[in-house]
């Protein structure tokens, strides 16, 4: 049974995804914090998403992100492929349709053929870090006036869901009842990646050339956990059900969605899910000939690069073999391991050694 402080946002084929009002959590007493960190833990645990509300996020300032977004697509190709997206370890810049194809681990040998086959219907820009040597973002700064308020929306835009992020994580800190500031450590430093996402119109016929066709393929994330504002019109994005179908998950007005990656997953040694889920056509009518475009903004969160990831305190037996509660995993330098996976989704990239 879900705990008392979740509403329900999605339910169906045995997926509930709880919707959360946060603020108990960012405002509330003791009680009240508690509350919402078991709903969070809990929803992560049995679905590995949640929606949450009341975030300390304005609707204007995520209405001036997405506009900035759109603005920034509408560019012509030949200045978004001066920014161009150029290595996993940068993981940086502009990505235009046909370069990445979002896969399975297992898939991660075939994703040069994958793409060849039905690449993603997708551009996207990735904004890391600041500051890091040799790894400097994309920026359309010195290209015009829009360029540069583009530049300083985003560069505030990474700095806030960089709080909430730590805020996120110290709610699966209490729900776990380990010291609240247990993550603080792992987070502090931002290595994390503010993603937008532009998805072109579509006519309806490009969907029915192959089973593979979708606006994202189905995947799971890569790092800690992720945050998913959605442009609050077009729907599209699917999560996985126990039953194994693909469940829509709305946009739903003044809410975010979250789900838990495989690095958080394998960090809290399977106690947490890491769940499957693709971006389709959105619902339409019979009659509907062209999909309209879709927008949205993914917030990656992972542990600060330099950290060795191992199982969290409690989720494991000390000295037990992993199948009698021990733990499941070896250690892993959490940078290595975001390389890794990265590489296994670009064209063109060459394939790292994997350490899953």
């Not at 075939?110 to 400097?136: H, N, S, W, Y």
């Not at 730590?166 to 009842?177: D, F, P, T």
């Not at 693709?278 to 330099?306: G, K, L, M, T």
Request: net charge negative; aromatic share 10%.
């Amino acid at each position: 049974m879900a705990p008392a402080a979740a509403e329900t946002a999605v339910s169906k084929d045995g997926l509930d995804l709880p919707l959360i009002d946060f603020s108990g959590f960012l405002h509330g007493n003791e009680q009240q914090k508690l509350e919402v960190a078991k709903a969070m833990l809990h929803g992560f645990k049995n679905a590995g998403f949640v929606y949450i509300k009341n975030y300390d996020i304005s609707d204007e300032t995520v209405t001036n992100v997405f506009a900035k977004s759109a603005g920034f697509f509408a560019r012509p190709n030949e200045e978004k492929d001066q920014l161009a997206w150029t290595t996993p370890q940068a993981n940086r810049g502009y990505a235009a349709p046909g370069r990445e194809k979002t896969s399975l681990v297992e898939e991660a040998d075939k994703v040069d053929a994958l793409i060849a086959e039905a690449p993603d219907l997708k551009e996207t820009f990735e904004i890391g870090r600041e500051g890091v040597d040799g790894l400097p973002n994309n920026w359309p700064d010195k290209m015009d006036a829009k360029g540069e308020e583009f530049t300083k929306t985003m560069k505030e835009f990474f700095i806030t869901c960089k709080e909430l992020y730590m805020q996120v994580m110290r709610s699966i800190a209490l729900g776990m009842e380990i010291d609240e500031s247990y993550f603080d450590q792992y987070t502090d430093g931002g290595d994390n990646n503010l993603r937008l996402l532009h998805y072109p119109p579509q006519h309806r016929s490009v969907f029915k050339q192959g089973k593979n066709v979708v606006r994202t393929g189905r995947h799971t994330d890569y790092g800690a956990v992720t945050l998913l504002f959605q442009d609050g019109k077009n729907g599209g994005l699917q999560v996985k059900s126990p039953q194994g179908t693909f469940i829509d998950a709305p946009p739903i007005p003044g809410t975010i969605v979250i789900n838990s990656g495989d690095l958080l997953a394998r960090w809290a040694n399977d106690t947490i899910k890491s769940t499957e889920h693709q971006v389709v056509e959105p619902p339409h009518a019979e009659d509907f000939e062209v999909y309209p475009a879709r927008y949205s903004i993914a917030y990656f969160c992972n542990p600060n690069f330099d950290k060795f990831i191992e199982a969290i305190p409690g989720t494991f037996v000390d000295g037990k073999a992993a199948t009698e509660g021990g733990k499941k995993y070896p250690g892993i330098n959490s940078g290595d391991y975001l390389v890794q996976r990265l590489a296994a989704t670009f064209k063109g990239v060459p394939r790292y050694q994997t350490a899953y």
